[in-house]
């Protein structure tokens, strides 16, 4: 099955602690994504990956960081710089090799600060 | 201006009727347009993309472009209860990479 996975579903995070999202994609994608969703809202882009070790910021980067070692994987860390994390991240790739590259997502991560 | 733009509230139609979706965006060069599906709760799934003025059909789905006046529509014919969801209008603006800009999303029910 080819597709995008996306752990833990929920996350439960105490304030100052630092916590990683994992990503990963089979389906061959060069490219990455990290978006944020909060309720009633539309999707910001955190952080973006076309190629391994390459990596940039999106819209809402400060508070996050990110790397890509392998193609298959782009994990999310929150740090505590990030004052207001709560909130569902998604995850998603896409090929860069078209002219037109359309973004699948994964399931998503719901995290909460308690 | 925001890039992409859905302003309409929710969006209430009988079953079986024809709900209309409209989204405008600010970038002349955008080159592809993507209509997502998200069910509350879930994560977005993409259930059109267009790229050509005119019209692309898909089933029950048809989009819309019409890039001289810059706006995308999505018409879903014969509703169902199932397409109850918020409906997200994304654009990839000309800038040389593969990021998508996205608006807020109009919620669409369908009432049987």
């Known amino acids: 099955d080819g597709g995008i996975t996306q752990s833990p579903k929920y996350l439960f995070r105490k304030e100052g602690q630092n916590v990683t999202l994992s990503c990963e994609q089979n389906?061959?994608?060069?490219?990455m994504y990290w978006y944020r969703q909060d309720p009633g809202q539309g999707l910001r882009l955190i952080y973006y990956?076309?190629?391994?070790?390459?990596?940039q910021k999106g819209d809402i980067a400060e508070g996050y960081s990110v790397s890509r070692e392998k193609k298959e994987s782009f994990p999310l860390t929150v740090t505590s710089a990030q004052k207001n994390p709560t909130a569902f991240y998604l995850c998603?790739?896409?090929?860069?090799?078209?002219?037109?590259?359309?973004?699948?997502f994964g399931p998503g991560t719901r995290l909460t600060v308690l | 201006q925001k890039e992409v733009e859905q302003n309409s509230g929710p969006l209430s139609v009988p079953e079986g009727a024809i709900a209309s979706l409209n989204c405008t965006y600010s970038?002349?060069?955008?080159?592809?347009f993507f209509w997502y599906r998200q069910y509350s709760g879930k994560s977005p799934e993409l259930i059109m993309f267009?790229?050509?003025?005119g019209d692309k059909e898909d089933g029950r789905f048809t989009a819309q472009l019409n890039k001289a006046s810059q706006y995308v529509s999505l018409l879903i014919r014969d509703s169902q209860p199932s397409d109850s969801a918020t409906y997200l209008c994304?654009?990839?603006?000309?800038?040389?990479?593969?990021?998508?800009?996205f608006g807020k999303g109009n919620q669409v029910v369908v009432i049987p």
């Open positions: 389906l061959n994608h060069d490219a």
């Open positions: 998603a790739s896409s090929m860069t090799s078209g002219h037109y590259n359309e973004q699948f």
């Open positions: 970038d002349r060069g955008s080159q592809s």
């Open positions: 994304a654009v990839n603006p000309n800038y040389g990479n593969n990021r998508l800009a």
């Open positions: 990956s076309q190629i391994v070790n390459d990596f």
């Open positions: 267009i790229y050509s003025n």
